[in-house]
């Protein structure tokens, strides 16, 4: 049986697998053989690591679902990770506090606003009409 890969290595490494020229996520690889499913039969599908362990491609910690299943896995098991803990983050809850007062006050626009902060201005549309930033 093959095991569960250790969770203190690099968890955002998929592996890889070579078949019939052609490249495979390795998870999603095992999930075909060990059901007996066409790899063209996953196609629109995710496989999802129960185990939280993107490196693992034990069989019975992998399950078939959609990509909003694979959200709600996230939101439900708190990993989720928004606003200034996104390690991409360009602003602060603190700039995005001050950009929704200062427009809000009718001091500027979202081009001035994104030129001040350094973002898109579509990136400030989105943060003053809360799609994103949600406090």
């Known amino acids: 049986m093959i095991d569960c890969v250790d969770h203190n290595q690099n968890r955002e490494t998929y592996g890889h697998v070579k078949r019939n020229g052609k490249t495979y996520l390795i998870h999603?690889?095992?999930?075909?053989?060990?059901?007996?499913?066409?790899?063209?039969?996953?196609?629109g599908y995710i496989v999802r690591h129960r185990c939280d362990n993107p490196r693992c491609i034990n069989p019975l910690h992998?399950?078939?679902?959609?990509?909003?299943?694979?959200v709600d896995d996230r939101v439900s098991r708190g990993r989720s990770v928004s606003g200034e803990d996104v390690h991409t983050?360009?602003?602060?809850?603190?700039?995005?506090?001050?950009?929704?007062?200062a427009y809000a006050a009718?001091?500027?626009?979202?081009?001035?606003?994104?030129t001040k902060y350094n973002v898109d201005k579509t990136n400030i549309a989105c943060?003053?009409?809360h799609k994103t930033w949600k406090e």
Do not use: C
């Open 62 to 70: 992998l399950g078939l679902g959609t990509t909003q299943d694979n």
């Open 106 to 114: 009718g001091e500027t626009s979202y081009s001035q606003l994104a």
């Open 89 to 101: 983050a360009k602003l602060t809850w603190d700039d995005v506090r001050e950009i929704r007062s």
């Open 28 to 43: 999603r690889w095992v999930y075909s053989v060990y059901h007996n499913i066409p790899m063209s039969d996953l196609d």
């Open 127 to 129: 943060i003053i009409k």
